[in-house]
């Protein structure tokens, strides 16, 4: 994201309904530096203010992020191009980490081998990952402000050595029943990118019927809407739940690996299980599941 841009659409705003940096400051309980620093481009506010700002503002999260106005008619495009580039950004700071962590392990090395070495096995991670994202991280945060949805749930993906396809797969269940596998997203790499680092997005959004998938891999985005609960009546009626792989896991060549499931009963909800659901079984009491998975080949 443009940190000046958005500064500068801060103070624009700020200054437009004749409110100080302390004004604002004091609204949301802070200091009159911290706005300064947003409005200098310097840094963005903490994504759980996010809200209040806009409020206070006058304008949108999605107007917020892009650092200007935007037409009604252009918001579902601009929200969509934002969470976009939530997932790049958050690429972009973890190659920075990386970077990081290699240079003070390389440092410590030259001061002390065995100190250098417990760093090494604290922060190394397999040389081909999945690592979910925490619920309270910023970019989860972020996205599920951007889709207007609770329960956004964010993978990054790295290998040392790149694969040349990635497939998602999406299964359905009906009381309990498997009626469908479908391949949602069969992405080859091309000439020029391979998948090595990359962002899988799954949010849901349960009142339009459909889970939006954004995949994103070193500058290249691809995103998709798949559709749930097709042809279901009364859809907030239903009780819905949702769970997911936790940490770290090591990327198996060639094989499935399920990253989260989605439930929704009429009557109520049993409790989701990734490994039964796997295994193609499902809570006979359960209305509707969804099993998302991958495979890097």
Not at 146 to 166: C, E, I, T, V, W
Request: aromatic share 8%.
């Amino acid at each position: 994201m443009d940190l000046v841009k958005i500064g500068a659409y801060i103070a624009s705003k700020r200054k437009a309904l004749g409110l100080t940096q302390k004004q604002v400051a004091e609204q949301l309980g802070m200091s009159d530096k911290s706005v300064s620093k947003w409005e200098r481009g310097i840094c963005l506010p903490d994504v759980s203010i996010y809200l209040e700002l806009c409020e206070i503002l006058g304008i949108t999260i999605n107007e917020f992020l892009a650092g200007e106005d935007i037409p009604r008619e252009d918001l579902p495009a601009k929200s969509e191009d934002n969470l976009i580039q939530v997932t790049q950004d958050s690429q972009h700071r973890q190659r920075r980490l990386k970077r990081v962590i290699a240079t003070l392990v390389s440092l410590t090395l030259l001061v002390g081998g065995c100190l250098g070495g417990v760093l090494y096995r604290h922060f190394s991670q397999p040389q081909n990952y999945i690592q979910a994202l925490d619920q309270n991280s910023p970019e989860v945060m972020t996205a599920e402000l951007l889709s207007q949805n609770d329960g956004a749930m964010l993978f990054r993906f790295y290998a040392k050595k790149p694969y040349h396809q990635l497939t998602v797969y999406q299964y359905e269940y009906r009381s309990g029943e498997l009626v469908g596998k479908t391949a949602v997203a069969d992405l080859l790499s091309t000439g020029e990118t391979a998948w090595s680092d990359g962002m899988l997005a799954f949010i849901p959004e349960f009142e339009a019927s459909r889970v939006r998938l954004v995949v994103t891999n070193d500058g290249t985005t691809h995103t998709k809407e798949l559709p749930i609960l097709e042809g279901v009546e009364d859809i907030t009626s239903y009780i819905r739940g949702s769970t997911q792989v936790e940490g770290t896991l090591p990327i198996s060549d060639d094989a499935e690996q399920g990253l989260l499931a989605l439930g929704y009963g009429k009557w109520g909800l049993a409790p989701l299980s990734l490994e039964q659901l796997e295994q193609g079984h499902a809570e006979p009491s359960m209305d509707y599941a969804y099993y998302f998975s991958v495979v890097f080949s």
